[in-house]
């Protein structure tokens, strides 16, 4: 199937317009500052030998300034700003006085241990912050048709290349993003090169002889770097008292389970944590780290969509996998796709949020065990939610299946749309379903992993809109937009939509010339009047209700207008009978949307202990609040009023208590 480009879609959406131009006009602005105030941006200017002073940060860090450059990019594309382009242009500059001859760029390494490199790739994420600067020299290019950046990235790609293809199978990063990167790059060069070393990296996870032990050294050593250059910190700051560091707010998780400790131990030495535990095609569960899963199944998703076996038939020659092919088998591409659709099928059912939201065991900020859903100690990291937005999208495209699409939607409005608040100034980076006390949004974090992730994703919603396959054309999101398709002939199709706050949805087609074509149209799962089918998933959503309704005929240059009406009645969803701590409670949904009580909202209440009447639900918009929204209003059983605001919504006022389960009579 065929994408758009974002900017082939232009969006007018009463819903995302508004929170589009937020993202734009102010977000990614609030990001740079926030990158110069914390010292990331100079990270590059000591290593570019231009300033003196002390590398802030963790190892990392050097990717949060290459996802603002991917986020600028894309946002560029669709709005040309002056300004924005002079901060690119000017971070571009800098980015290429810092990077090293032969196209290393890793600061941490850099300034604290020149001459060394790939050392440590099972914790220190040297490949996965490449991984970023390739994505934001592909966004560069796609925006800007110029190739300055680019030609930076390509530097640093053909050094993986040298360096990484047909290497041993403990050359892999510990956070997956290069094998994404790769194929983006791929994509725009169409150097096989690329592809296969994406495919490689991909392959020799959890292939690495004895594990255990493996990270055992890897670990120590880290430790050890870590603390030289505590050391070398100290003794700084004992000269330049300036040069101090501030304190940034971490995660900010209110409560952790018992034996995180533990359990962070077991994850990281077994392999599960990052991905290692096994071949990927056995990887059939989700596991681990989140975000770390939802990249390595995107790329994974990217790379059959690329036909790897075709490709690699390109690049003969050696490779490790022919000197162990007692655990190294050739098979088809259809056990990859199954294990994608069997990790799919399984996080579902059993692992993700009413919300979307993914990872319920904080100490890995990550996946726990079938049915291990508290939604006090929800992770569900802002990030996580967006990996499974890329991952499903290219699911929807190599299988032509609603369910994807449907779950990219929910994720989108939910598990994702929350992490940013209103201003486009604040942020959550974990996002529990139950907050008692502690958590609200914040201006910066320690790590920023995702306000700039957020910002590249919203930057690029019409890409998400439509697509085309054998002439056909594929509507997936109902958000209100305009493009022209190339079905072999031109064809204008407009989208005028109410979601989320009412379920009335137009559709105009006009091809330039009578033409005969299909038009696959989502049916939501929420539309469905099965919904008690989704009592045999773990949160009481269920995508797999989702469908396409086709319809095919010959269009008429006049042009046609569809409409239709999807049910926006509020479900007051059960969880699995397997979900501690879920019985005798529901959450409500309305349309793609989920709904939570938040304390200001609800003074004369106790919301986690107030009972619901379920009977007593309506739903009315409130032009006034939090920018207008549809609000639903009900009552609890001894008579006192109950008021539930979209979730995504939430920690918009200040400190507060929220739930998204309530209690309802038994
Ligand atoms: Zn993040």
């Known amino acids: 199937m065929k994408e758009l480009t974002a900017p082939q879609v232009s969006i007018r959406d009463a819903f995302w317009s508004p929170r589009l131009a937020v993202n734009a006009e102010k977000a990614i602005f609030h990001q740079w500052e926030q990158l110069e105030a914390t010292r990331c941006i100079d990270n590059f200017r000591i290593a570019a030998g231009e300033k003196a002073g002390f590398r802030e940060g963790f190892f990392f860090a050097d990717?949060?300034?290459?996802?603002?450059?991917?986020?600028?990019?894309?946002?560029?594309?669709?709005?040309?700003?002056?300004?924005?382009?002079?901060?690119?242009?000017?971070?571009?500059?800098?980015?290429?006085?810092?990077?090293?001859?032969?196209?290393?760029?890793?600061?941490?390494?850099?300034?604290?241990?020149?001459?060394?490199?790939w050392v440590n790739l099972q914790i220190e994420h040297e490949l996965y912050c490449h991984g970023h600067f390739i994505e934001a020299g592909v966004s560069h290019f796609e925006a800007t048709g110029r190739r300055d950046l680019l030609d930076?990235?390509?530097?640093?790609?053909?050094?993986?290349?040298?360096?990484?293809?047909?290497?041993?199978?403990?050359?892999?990063?510990?956070?997956?993003?290069?094998?994404?990167?790769?194929?983006?790059?791929?994509?725009?060069?169409?150097?096989?090169?690329?592809?296969?070393?994406?495919?490689?990296?991909?392959?020799?996870?959890?292939?690495?002889?004895?594990?255990?032990?493996?990270?055992?050294?890897?670990?120590?050593?880290?430790?050890?770097?870590?603390?030289?250059v505590k050391e070398l910190r100290k003794s700084y700051i004992a000269e330049h008292p300036e040069s101090a560091s501030f304190r940034l707010p971490g995660d900010n998780y209110a409560k952790m389970p018992g034996f995180s400790r533990a359990r962070r131990y077991f994850n990281e030495f077994l392999g599960f944590y990052a991905?290692?535990?096994?071949?990927?095609?056995?990887?059939?569960?989700?596991?681990?780290?989140?975000?770390?899963?939802?990249?390595?199944?995107?790329?994974?998703?990217?790379?059959?969509?690329?036909?790897?076996?075709?490709?690699?038939?390109?690049?003969?020659?050696?490779?490790?996998?022919?000197?162990?092919?007692?655990?190294?088998?050739?098979?088809?591409?259809?056990?990859?796709?199954?294990?994608?659709?069997?990790?799919?099928?399984?996080?579902?059912?059993?692992?993700?949020?009413?919300t979307g939201g993914l990872g319920a065991a904080p100490e890995?900020?990550?996946?726990?065990?079938?049915?291990?859903?508290?939604?006090?100690?929800?992770?569900?990291?802002?990030?996580?939610?967006?990996?499974?937005?890329?991952?499903?999208w290219e699911m929807a495209l190599l299988t032509k299946k609603a369910q994807y699409d449907d779950l990219f939607e929910w994720q989108l409005y939910n598990a994702t749309n929350v992490g940013m608040g209103q201003n486009g100034d604040t942020y959550l980076y974990n996002n529990p379903l139950t907050v008692q006390q502690g958590v609200t949004r914040k201006q910066w974090y320690v790590v920023p992993c995702c306000p700039s992730n957020l910002s590249r994703t919203f930057a690029d919603l019409g890409k998400y809109i439509f697509s085309v396959d054998q002439n056909n054309v594929w509507v997936h999101q109902y958000v209100s937009s305009e493009a022209?398709?190339?079905?072999?002939?031109?064809?204008?199709?407009?989208?005028?939509?109410?979601?989320?706050?009412?379920?009335?949805?137009?559709?105009?087609?006009?091809?330039?010339?009578?033409?005969?074509?299909?038009l696959y149209l989502r049916r939501p799962s929420w539309n469905s009047s099965n919904q008690s089918k989704g009592l045999i998933t773990a949160s009481g959503y269920d995508p797999r209700l989702s469908n396409y309704q086709i319809i095919s005929r010959v269009w008429s240059p006049q042009g046609e207008t569809l409409e239709f009406d999807f049910n926006m009645s509020i479900h007051p969803r059960r969880a699995h009978p397997k979900v501690k701590g879920h019985v005798g409670k529901v959450a409500l949904t309305r349309g793609p949307?989920?709904?939570?009580?938040?304390?200001?909202?609800?003074?004369?209440?106790d919301i986690f202990t107030a009972q619901l009447d379920p009977t007593s639900l309506h739903d009315e918009f409130v032009p006034d609040l939090l920018g207008g929204c549809v609000v639903i209003q009900g009552k609890t059983t001894d008579h006192k009023p109950l008021k539930f605001i979209p979730y995504f919504l939430w920690a918009n006022r200040g400190a507060s208590q929220m739930t998204v389960w309530v209690n309802v009579p038994s």
Not at 494 to 518: D, M, N, Y
Not at 594 to 605: A, F, G, I, K, R
């Open 484 to 518: 022209t398709i190339d079905v072999g002939a031109p064809v204008e199709i407009k989208i005028e939509s109410e979601l989320p706050w009412s379920g009335k949805v137009k559709i105009q087609i006009k091809p330039e010339t009578q033409r005969e074509f299909k």
């Open 593 to 605: 949307l989920v709904y939570c009580l938040e304390s200001v909202d609800n003074p004369e209440v």
């Open 152 to 228: 930076l990235c390509l530097k640093s790609a053909d050094l993986l290349v040298q360096d990484f293809l047909n290497a041993s199978s403990d050359k892999t990063c510990g956070h997956e993003e290069i094998e994404i990167a790769l194929m983006r790059l791929y994509r725009v060069t169409d150097k096989a090169e690329y592809l296969e070393l994406a495919r490689q990296f991909v392959e020799r996870r959890g292939r690495i002889p004895f594990f255990p032990f493996h990270f055992w050294s890897q670990f120590r050593h880290y430790n050890e770097r870590k603390l030289y």
């Open 364 to 392: 890995i900020e990550g996946f726990a065990a079938d049915y291990d859903l508290d939604p006090e100690v929800a992770y569900a990291e802002t990030c996580a939610s967006i990996a499974s937005l890329l991952w499903n």
């Open 275 to 354: 991905q290692q535990h096994a071949p990927i095609r056995k990887q059939t569960a989700p596991v681990g780290h989140s975000v770390r899963f939802g990249y390595l199944e995107t790329a994974l998703a990217m790379i059959l969509r690329a036909d790897v076996s075709t490709q690699s038939e390109k690049l003969k020659g050696f490779s490790f996998e022919s000197v162990v092919p007692f655990v190294f088998r050739e098979e088809s591409d259809k056990t990859l796709l199954s294990t994608l659709e069997q990790a799919w099928e399984r996080m579902v059912t059993r692992r993700m949020y009413i």
């Open 63 to 117: 990717s949060d300034a290459y996802k603002w450059l991917d986020a600028a990019s894309r946002i560029y594309a669709l709005h040309a700003e002056p300004e924005l382009a002079s901060l690119m242009d000017s971070l571009i500059a800098l980015l290429a006085r810092a990077q090293m001859e032969d196209g290393y760029l890793f600061t941490y390494n850099q300034i604290h241990f020149p001459n060394r490199r």
